[in-house]
């Protein structure tokens, strides 16, 4: 899934013991304690990558921090306790730079289309690195009311798998460009082109 999907799609999340604060429009928000803020971030990668993963997630204030330190290549990205629905990812560290301006632009207010015009121009004029080979990230999204409140992890999440391949098209993979339900290439020949997958 491309970026501004990939992005950060979350839930409110109603449980007693979370810490609130106070949303753009004064609603009560909802943040997860640490421990199940990184379980539910890692949810999303492979059993053997979860425990050595860096984990981003939400402070009381609902500002995005590093909630752990990790060992491997892999970055999660714990839900949204702001936006509706469950939405976890994991992807690998060379896409951060990428991911991260993503984030600082939407949270300037930008639609879709402004964060990946103004992303395109700074790859072009060297301003934003992208990865130089192919990168994996990994995604669970779910309905609110299907997280567990013990252990902030959500049941019966739909994944999706995507492979980053910067440039690809369709004539170099030989991939499909429209989606289908095998894998297909999504924003061909992008320094952001990724191959989809929903296992």
């Known amino acids: 899934m491309n970026a501004r999907v990939v992005g950060l799609i979350a839930v409110v999340f109603p449980f007693a013991a979370s810490a609130q604060t106070s949303g753009p429009d004064s609603v009560a928000i909802r943040v997860l304690p640490n421990e199940q803020q990184i379980a539910g971030a890692v949810s999303p990668a492979p059993e053997d990558m979860r425990s050595g993963a860096t984990v981003l997630g939400y402070t009381p204030e609902r500002k995005l921090t590093r909630l752990r330190a990790g060992t491997n290549d892999l970055i999660c990205l714990a839900d949204d306790p702001a936006r509706p629905g469950f939405h976890a990812a994991c992807y690998h560290r060379a896409l951060e730079p990428f991911m991260a301006r993503g984030r600082a632009l939407r949270a300037r207010g930008l639609n879709p289309d402004q964060v990946d015009s103004l992303r395109l121009k700074e790859v072009k004029n060297r301003r934003l690195t992208m990865p130089t080979r192919p990168t994996a990230l990994y995604q669970l999204s779910a309905p609110a009311d299907s997280v567990d409140a013990g252990t902030g992890t959500a049941r019966g999440a739909r994944a999706l798998h995507v492979m ?34 929903t296992p």
């Open 164 to 197: 980053y391949i910067p440039y690809a098209t369709e004539k170099s993979t030989g991939l499909s460009g429209k989606p289908i339900k095998g894998p297909w290439l999504m924003d061909a020949g992008l320094p952001w082109a990724h191959i989809m997958y």
